[in-house]
Every structure is written in structure tokens, then in C-alpha cells.
């Protein structure tokens, strides 16, 4: 809206008490200002119009007539002062200035200028729901990879969410107006699906469903290159893919980790208490707990649990269930008001677990996504490493004891400011071109502070739980992790296995073949050759 600006000219004769003002001096040394209220107006005008405002300020021109010495005041006191036929003067937002002009015959004229914080326009009503697109086509080839993005309308909100489902499996929600999707296609023959979807903005509008049917048709399966297969761990879902992981890690463990299947956050820093209390990671849905967990907690003869996260996250009907499995004072939940919070509570129970044999040494990485700090879990759980967790704009929580910071990822992940707020504390940053060059370098790493090439595990770097599950089999066998794309071989990760080929006696490969997929374990095995 536009601001409505009183502009006053007042004429009047400035003399005072005292005697006229003298020109250019603009009134007596004890004075601050004329006596405009005691003698009668007449002679110099002063105008002033509005030039520009902002959110700070706004900034006037104003004109003199005829020519005369000016002054500017705040209240009683002289903001600055002049001489001609005009200028112009920058008032803050909530001010009123004064402009007093006066000439040697004391005649004098005023103009009042007020600075008013700008009213933004309002918004229309938006009743407009956004648009959704998709590049899908009609056929693909071994997988699909589809990008769906939404659009408002010129004077909307802006998108909240993308919303779809494939075929009419679970509803799946994007935050913000744009995703990728990858569907595996199948081991042989061609399948069809169905791909729905729709967005809602943020002021609740919500758009029809719109869908496309596409067709995968399998990848031709190549002869197996001569070579040795991987140890395949692998179950039906990230839960049961969890289990196997734990029995290809654990003969038998006294303490299990607990934490939500679903979302990765809270499980980042999973991987060093594991290694603290020598066990391994079990996934749970956030509000039941599954009897193949329960099952797995009797295999390991495991007899307390740690759960990651709030009742948010993991419920206190799992709680209950393990309490009940184990008794109250067996199961302990560690959880702080955010990730970075729970983060930071897990480390310190890392810390309290090893007491004097803990190094100080700490890896960070970002909290708002997995490769990095994943691909560090075999090393954070072998050598006891905390992982802590940093803001994308560079805020963290670093526990007392810690001395030491190795930070993974480039600083679009976090970011150069954290370098300078650890100081002393900061020892390295370990980052490649893209995360699974991160990966090989955090292997390298690892293979530094003693661990093994032996026994290499290979894991999706796409989506969380296979890898989160990986960490502790691996470190608790003194082995590295590499990550890949699901459908094509990371350079990263072939260059690190070529390298180190000849210490590589074996290799496990992580998740079934919609996560690494039988080309990508193929290329390896061509990579390894026999062993």
C-alpha cells in the first residue's frame, strides 16, 4: 500500500529571545534549534517529497526557496545542517525529522519528513492448486528413473509437496516442489506400472491425481564373469535385510541397538555405541516391533537394549515391548529435542561407555542426509569414533572429552564455518567429488586407523538402511564399506576396488538386487576376478 506522507510548510519569523540567527551558523551556541513557536511565520518555504523507501529507511529530497542555511533535527538534536536550495536526507524507519531553514533577517520556514515501515501489498486468497509434471516415457529399459516437479501459480504460496504412489503400493510424500524416482525393473520379461501423482502448496490447495503407465522391460542377463561371488546378505524388507545383517556380524551379543526403520536421522550416530557396547543395529518400524526382531534378540542371547530417538521416532509401545522382553532397567532410550541433539546425547554415552580408553577422536557430518556419515559407521564402530552431526548452515553440539574432529564432506555438507568454530579441535576433512567418492576416501581413512580391505562390504548409497545395518557387521570385522548407485557402478568405488584388489580375499555385498542390482555385482566380480 502505498505510504501517505504529511508534508508540511510552515513560514515563520526566527528570532528569538536572544536576538535573529545569524546565516550559516543556523542558532546561538546554546541553542539547538530556532524558536519557531514564539514569533510569527513568513518569508523561506521548505518542501520535501518521498525519493525511495525501504524496510530500514526512507530517503526524502526537499527544496529551499529562496536559498537559505538548513538544518536537519532528531527531536532536539541536529542530525546535520547546510546551506543552498536544498538536498536530501536518509530518516530511519520510526523517525520524524525536522528541516528548519532560517536566513540572516530571521525569517524561516519547516518541513516535518516521517518514515513509515512499508505495508507489504496483501496477498490475494490463493484457491489455485499447483501443477504437477513428469519426463516419463513409455518404455524403459532395465530401471526407470522418473523427475516429477509442481509448479504454483504466480501469486501462490508456493508447493509444500509432491505426493505419489507406484501401482498401488504406500503413498510416498517430497517435500518441496521437485523429486526423482527409481524403479528397479524386473529379472526378466516386462512389467507395467502405474505412477500417480499430485502436489499440494502451502496454502492447502491440493491437485487432482494425474498418472502415467509405463513399461519395464529386464535387462538381458549376461554370462557371470569368471570370479568369486559376494557374500550375499540380504532379506525380503530393510528390516529382515537388517537381521541377516546382524547374524553375518554377531554370533552372540549382550546389547542391541534399536532404531526406527523409516528415517535415517536419529541412527546416524548409531554405529560408535554399537561398537561401544559390541553389538549390533536392529531396525524397527516406529510403532510396533516385529517378532523377527524379538527373535534375533533371542539368537544373540542379548540381554539390555539402547533405542535412538524419542517416542516420535520409536514408540513407547516398542519400549514397552522390550522392557518386556528384557525388564525396565535393561532398556535405556537416548534422545535429545532434535538430531543434533540425539546426536550429541548418543556421543556422550559412547564416551561414558569407553571411559579411558576412548581417543577423543569424533567424525561430524551433515544431519541432513546419510552417505557421508554411513559410510563411516564400520570405522566409528572399530575405533570408537562418535559421529556427530552438523546444521547445513554450520551449528553443532560438541561433547566434553572430545578433542579431535575428522569432518566428512565437502562444505556444501558442512560447511567451512564449522572448520573455524572447532579451531584447535579440527584435524581433517575428508571429502570426494560426490558421495561415493567420499566413501572410498573415508575407506581410505579407515584402512589408516587399521582396518582391513579384507571382507569389504558394498552397499546402495541411494537410499539408508542396508548400509545403516552394514556399519556394525563390518567394523566388528575390522572391514571398510564402499557405496554405489543401485543400477551402474560407481568410478569411485571400482577405482577404489581395482586399487586394492590384491588385499581384497572376499566381499559382501549388502541388500538384494533391487539395491545392487545383478550388473553392478557383476561388474565387481570382473573387478576382483577369482579370490
Request: glycine content about 10%; hydrophobic content about 45%; aromatic content about 6%.
Amino acid at each position: 500500500m502505498k505510504k501517505v506522507r504529511l508534508l508540511t510548510a510552515l513560514i515563520f519569523v526566527a528570532v528569538s529571545v536572544f536576538g535573529a540567527f545569524p546565516a550559516g551558523a543556523f542558532g546561538f551556541e546554546s541553542m539547538t534549534s530556532p524558536c519557531l513557536t514564539c514569533h510569527s511565520a513568513g518569508g523561506i518555504t521548505v518542501e520535501a517529497v518521498l525519493d525511495s523507501e525501504s524496510t530500514e529507511s526512507s530517503t526524502f529530497s526537499f527544496t529551499v526557496s529562496p536559498a537559505a542555511p538548513w538544518a536537519i533535527f532528531d527531536g532536539s538534536t541536529k542530525v546535520t545542517s547546510g546551506s543552498g536550495a536544498g538536498g536530501t536526507v536518509v530518516v530511519p524507519v520510526g523517525k520524524t525529522y525536522k528541516i528548519d531553514a532560517a536566513d540572516a533577517d530571521a525569517t524561516g520556514g519547516r518541513a516535518s519528513v516521517t518514515a513509515e515501515e512499508p505495508i507489504t501489498p496483501p496477498v490475494p486468497d490463493d484457491v489455485t492448486a499447483p501443477v504437477t509434471t513428469t519426463n516419463a516415457v513409455a518404455s524403459y529399459t532395465g530401471s526407470a528413473v522418473i523427475n516429477v516437479s509442481a509448479t504454483d501459480n504466480v501469486d501462490g504460496a508456493g508447493v509444500a509437496y509432491v505426493y505419489y504412489k507406484l501401482d498401488w503400493n504406500s503413498q510416498r510424500m517430497i517435500s518441496g516442489a521437485a523429486g526423482s524416482l527409481t524403479i528397479a525393473g524386473p529379472a526378466s520379461g516386462t512389467a507395467t506400472h502405474t505412477l500417480r501423482y499430485w502436489a499440494q502448496d502451502k496454502s492447502g490447495n491440493v491437485e487432482l491425481v494425474n498418472e502415467v503407465t509405463f513399461t519395464i522391460t529386464a535387462t538381458e542377463v549376461a554370462t557371470p564373469p569368471a570370479g568369486t561371488m559376494p557374500d550375499e546378505i540380504q532379506g525380503s524388507n530393510r528390516y529382515k535385510t537388517a537381521i541377516e545383517s546382524s547374524k553375518a556380524g554377531f554370533e552372540s551379543a549382550k546389547t542391541v541397538i534399536i532404531s526406527r526403520g523409516d528415517l535415517f536421522a536419529d541412527a546416524l550416530a548409531g554405529s560408535a555405541l554399537a561398537g561401544a557396547v559390541d553389538g549390533p543395529i536392529l531396525l524397527t518400524a516406529p510403532t510396533s516391533l516385529s517378532a523377527e526382531v524379538l527373535a534375533e534378540i533371542d539368537r544373540l542371547g542379548a540381554t539390555s537394549a539402547y533405542i535412538l530417538g524419542s517416542e516420535g521416532a520409536v514408540s513407547a509401545g516398542v519400549e514397552a515391548a522390550l522392557k518386556a522382553k528384557l525388564g525396565n532397567d535393561a532398556v535405556t532410550r537416548l534422545a535429545g529435542s532434535n538430531r543434533y541433539e540425539t546426536g550429541k546425547v548418543v556421543a556422550e554415552e559412547v564416551i561414558s561407555i569407553l571411559g579411558s580408553s576412548y581417543s577423543g577422536k569424533a567424525f561430524m557430518a551433515v544431519g541432513t542426509n546419510f552417505p557421508d556419515a554411513l559410510a563411516s559407521s564400520p570405522v566409528a564402530y572399530a575405533k570408537g569414533m562418535p559421529v556427530l552431526l552438523a546444521s547445513p548452515t554450520g551449528s553443532f553440539s560438541l561433547p566434553a572429552g572430545v578433542t579431535e574432529v575428522v569432518i566428512l564432506g565437502g562444505e556444501t555438507a558442512v560447511p567451512a564455518s564449522v572448520e573455524t568454530a572447532l579451531g584447535s579441535k579440527f584435524s581433517m576433512r575428508i571429502a570426494g567429488a560426490d558421495r561415493y567418492a567420499t566413501a572410498a576416501a573415508v575407506a581410505e581413512y579407515g584402512i589408516e586407523q587399521g582396518l582391513s580391505w579384507a571382507g569389504v562390504g558394498v552397499a546402495a548409497g541411494s537410499n539408508f538402511p542396508d548400509a545403516l545395518a552394514a556399519g556394525p557387521a563390518l567394523g566388528a570385522q575390522n572391514t571398510v564399506m564402499l557405496l554405489t548407485p543401485s543400477t551402474s557402478l560407481a568410478k569411485a568405488t571400482g577405482s577404489a576396488l581395482e586399487l586394492n584388489r590384491a588385499a581384497i580375499t572376499s566381499w559382501r555385498c549388502f541388500g538384494g538386487e533391487s539395491a545392487v542390482s545383478v550388473p553392478v555385482r557383476y561388474q565387481i566380480i570382473g573387478i576382483l576376478g577369482s579370490k
